[in-house]
């Protein structure tokens, strides 16, 4: 592991997706000049639209940060900076980089718990009442480099995944800030049981009626929960639980829906191809008049 300076002042920044800007434009309002953005490449964000920069991009180039696509040539930036801040990159960083820069990885979970690439959606659908963020010496093994600091927060019982996301971003910026000014030092090995964060999939999304409405509500609240009616797949985006219902699981009465402990009560929904409506808006349009079941 590649020490860090006695004095950090000028910093190559890894970071692709919306929450890494605001830690880049924290260092960059603290003083810190960033030398180097390296990010994913342009990607379509959109079915139908044209590659579009990452969000790291476009906040690099109004900063007036020089961009790459290439994690090689941090390498090349190395003589020029005094480490790296590491962000959401998304790609593994090899050991031509590590060798050459002491590397900090801001992570969104309180390590060793949910290492990997979904910590925040993974606390979620766990039930974890408590995360935070971690600042970790970055080493070639996923997540597991040792701790320079850590915060704790709750995590509210209806909180949903753009919810907390902000906070542990705004979170992580002062701390960030901190440990740097006074120069990364004695990190300290993570200690507890490992869990890990896998990617979120589809699979991960879907509603089964015949689980507890509160694990269903914590699928909710991730933004992207689906299930199908008569073969048509649409998303629920917001719900409540009702810890006292009768009905059988999947089936909707009113706008709520049985599951195998408690209603979930629908709030927002959206169909295929249309915009996010009240659930009520939806059972109109799509003219349920009686009860009906979803999951098929």
Known sequence: MTPWPATVRRLVYFGTPELAVAPLRALCDAGFEVTLAVTGPDRRRRRRGAAEPSAVS????ELGILVTYRSEDAVGAAADADGAVVVAYGRLIGT??????????????????????APMERAI??????????LMALTETLDAGPLYAQ????????????????RLVDLSCPLLVELLQGGPRNPV????????????????????????????????????????????????????????????????QGLVVGTASGGLRLEVVQAAGRKPVPADDWRRGARLDGACLLGT
């Not at 476009?58 to 180039?61: D, I, L, M, N, T």
């Not at 031509?96 to 690439?117: E, I, T, Y």
């Not at 915060?151 to 996301?165: K, N, S």
């Not at 507890?212 to 009616?229: F, M, S, Y």
Request: aromatic share 6%.
């Open 125 to 134: 659908l766990a039930g974890d009442t408590t995360t935070g963020v971690s």
């Open 189 to 252: 090995a993570q200690e507890g049981e490992v869990t890990w964060a896998a990617k979120i999939g589809e699979d991960d999304l879907r509603l089964d009626w015949d689980r507890p409405a509160a694990e269903l509500h914590r699928q909710i609240r991730l933004g992207r929960a689906w299930t199908t009616l008569a073969g048509e797949r649409f998303r629920i985006l917001g719900g409540t639980v009702e810890a006292v219902h009768e009905g059988p699981p999947g089936l909707l």
């Open 151 to 166: 915060a704790a927060t709750p995590i509210g019982p209806a909180e949903t995944l753009v919810e907390l996301r902000e």
């Open 58 to 61: 476009r906040a690099a180039a």
């Open 96 to 117: 031509d980089v590590l060798d050459v820069l002491p590397a900090l990885n801001v992570h969104f979970s309180l390590l060793p718990r949910w290492r990997g690439a």
